[in-house]
């Protein structure tokens, strides 16, 4: 995740923001009718982690086993392959195979309708991509729509009048990136209000260089997160505990389901921040998330 991304991070205060004023609001009409346990779900980007193999994945598997041995170390990825094209039925089932019951998959709404058209005249492409991935059942977690850094307020009534008519059966977390949106709060309110009418999460975003997308302001009982990490600096690892605690407070308050995404630029960095994380999400819930983990490699017999 190249948005927000700093080199230089001396200067960048790395705090979460406080809880936006509606965001209690939202967990505790959530907590009255909480239907099942809360669930959290931690993933990456990609599955095709070779750097992996020898450590998170066995050694010698073939590129087709990457994502079965994913979906043993993970229990969710933010699936960005449906950003570039929309899948065909086929690889839909082979993706829902490959994992347990229990993952979820998280797709991102194809660019051509969300960067191309900027959600102009993208009904039958929608149509499209929602029925494809209908086909994961119940692996399917939320979908997400990235709008680019260029899809500002201006096009408010675009996206009302496109979220209003997504269909209701692919659950949709929704992710605002123009700055616009942040610096104006009579703006943000209309907005998030207008969220959490249609049950969609707005996606929280902790980069170092866009403070303005940690708003914190939860629109429905799931959150939907993407870190940005830096290399396992000092600040990842406060940041994880941060983290932890947040949601720890919000699934006390009600929250239903919480996804957090994790970006390194080195994919080794990223199970290593994940353990972390749930470990101290553990030791302040007593949640049993599996975290990703080393596993044995064969042996082969030695020569004395």
Not at 28 to 45: E, S
Not at 172 to 190: G, K
Request: glycine content about 6%; some cysteine; overall charge neutral.
């Amino acid at each position: 995740m190249d948005f927000g991304r700093l080199s230089d991070l001396r200067y960048v205060d790395f705090r979460l923001s406080p809880d936006h004023p509606e965001t209690p609001v939202v967990l505790a009409r959530a907590l009255a009718g909480q239907p099942a346990p809360p669930a959290v779900y931690v993933g990456c980007p990609i599955w095709t982690n070779k750097a992996w193999l020898g450590s998170y994945f066995p050694l010698g598997i073939r590129d087709a086993d990457y994502l079965h041995h994913y979906g043993r170390q993970f229990n969710s990825i933010e699936l960005n392959t449906t950003h570039y094209r929309i899948p065909d039925a086929t690889t839909v089932r082979r993706w829902r195979e490959a994992v347990p019951a229990t993952f979820r998959f998280c797709p991102k709404l194809p660019q051509i309708i969300s960067h191309d058209r900027a959600l102009y005249n993208a009904d039958e492409l929608t149509l499209s991509f929602c029925r494809a991935i209908e086909g994961l059942g119940s692996t399917l977690g939320h979908a997400f729509l990235q709008l680019p850094p260029t899809f500002g307020p201006e096009h408010l009534p675009r996206l009302e009048r496109y979220l209003l008519d997504f269909p209701d059966y692919v659950p949709l977390a929704v992710e605002l990136r123009h700055p616009a949106w942040f610096a104006n709060q009579e703006l943000l309110a209309s907005v998030t209000a207008m969220l959490e009418a249609l049950n969609k999460p707005l996606v929280i975003s902790d980069v170092a260089g866009r403070r303005d997308a940690l708003h914190m302001r939860l629109t429905t009982p799931v959150a939907f997160v993407r870190l940005n990490g830096h290399g396992l600096v000092d600040s990842d690892f406060r940041r994880a505990d941060d983290w932890a605690a947040r949601i720890a407070g919000w699934l006390e308050a009600g929250l239903h389901t919480a996804y957090v995404f994790v970006h390194q630029k080195d994919i080794m960095h990223s199970p290593i921040w994940a353990e972390h994380f749930l470990r101290r999400l553990h030791e302040l819930t007593g949640m049993a998330v599996q975290p990703p983990r080393v596993i044995p490699q064969p042996v082969q017999g030695s020569l004395f």
